[in-house]
Nanobody, 122 residues
Framework: QAQLVESGGGVVQAGGSLRLSCVAS????????MAWFRQAPGKQREFVAT????????YYANSVKGRFTISRDNAKNTVYLQMNSLKPEDTAVYYC???????????????WGQGTQVTVSS
């Protein structure tokens, strides 16, 4: 069974940076589309970014475009989310997710990590 484990969350001041990591196991990582989602208190979980398995194309939510970068290292079974110019509204639990498919997807993910908390102070 596939497992995803996130790390790298923490507390940072507005304008700062964090890098989240997600290590995958139990399934062929290189054939999985990977994504990051987030859920703020009292809000629904929302899509943040995705990277395809076939050609490393990426797609971002408008709210993070230009500030966040998703990348993957298939040799390490790891996907990253580099977050720069963080804002208080980026505060949330960030989840890593995976799914099969060819293309870029903002939904339909079938495997989820446990989440890592990111708190941005003003």
């Amino acid at each position: 069974q596939a497992q995803l484990v996130e790390s790298g969350g923490g507390v940072v001041q507005a304008g700062g940076s964090l890098r989240l990591s997600c290590v995958a196991s139990g399934r062929t990582f290189s054939s999985q589309n990977m994504a990051w989602f987030r859920q703020a208190p009292g809000k629904q979980r929302e899509f943040v970014a995705t990277v395809s398995w076939s050609d490393d194309r990426t797609y971002y939510a408008n709210s993070v475009k230009g500030r966040f970068t998703i990348s993957r290292d298939n040799a390490k079974n790891t996907v990253y989310l580099q977050m720069n110019s963080l804002k208080p509204e980026d505060t949330a639990v960030y989840y890593c997710a995976s799914r099969m498919g060819v293309g870029l997807y903002s939904g339909g993910y079938t495997t989820w990590g446990q989440g890592t908390q990111v708190t941005v102070s003003s």
